[in-house]
């Protein structure tokens, strides 16, 4: 058995077998929208944003913690090996479960040594990026939009994400 912690589109999409998801946060680490995607909500050449963490002390990042039964665990870490072969890493992890003692797990993390990696810039000049970025997976706006709002449906809003959101023209 393993838990993996989503903290972007695993938190509205997770797309793989799971016995059950919980809310959860990791400490220690931001939530931004300064990865490169040219494979999912981008192409090459005109990748969209999606997000990393990035270390933070005192920070706390919430998301959700799915429990993945041992028969699942090649075949799932397998698929989100695939899934996040973009600059991201595996990395073990406490993670903080909403009313229940805290487990250790797996979480996926672009480094910023990566070749996706596009770094911080005004959020202005990301939600303009998000506007124009289509790719396989979808627009980039949906993906902002339902990460906001499943974080906001969480109880657990993200400043980041909400004013990016908000750029982007939601409303709730």
Not at 71 to 95: F, N, W
């Amino acid at each position: 058995m393993v838990w993996v912690f989503g903290y972007g589109s695993l938190v509205w999409r997770p797309a793989f077998p799971h016995l059950r998801r919980l809310p959860a946060y990791v400490e220690g680490f931001k939530r931004r929208f300064y990865q490169g995607s040219p494979d999912h909500r981008g192409v090459a050449g005109a990748p969209g944003r999606v997000v990393t963490l990035l270390p933070q002390e005192g920070a706390r990042t919430w998301g959700l913690a799915y429990e993945v039964a041992a028969a699942d665990e090649a075949a799932v870490l397998a698929r989100l090996d695939h899934r996040e072969k973009g600059g991201y890493a595996r990395h073990r992890v406490t993670l903080h479960l909403r009313d229940l003692p805290p487990v250790e797990g797996l979480v996926y993390v672009a480094t910023v040594d990566n070749p996706q990696y596009l770094g911080p810039a005004p959020l202005e000049d990301i939600a303009d990026q998000v506007r124009s970025s289509v790719g396989p997976s979808g627009s980039n706006v949906e993906y902002v939009l339902q990460l906001a709002r499943a974080l906001d449906e969480m109880g657990a809003p993200d400043p980041h994400v909400t004013k990016l959101a908000r750029l982007l023209g939601a409303r709730w």
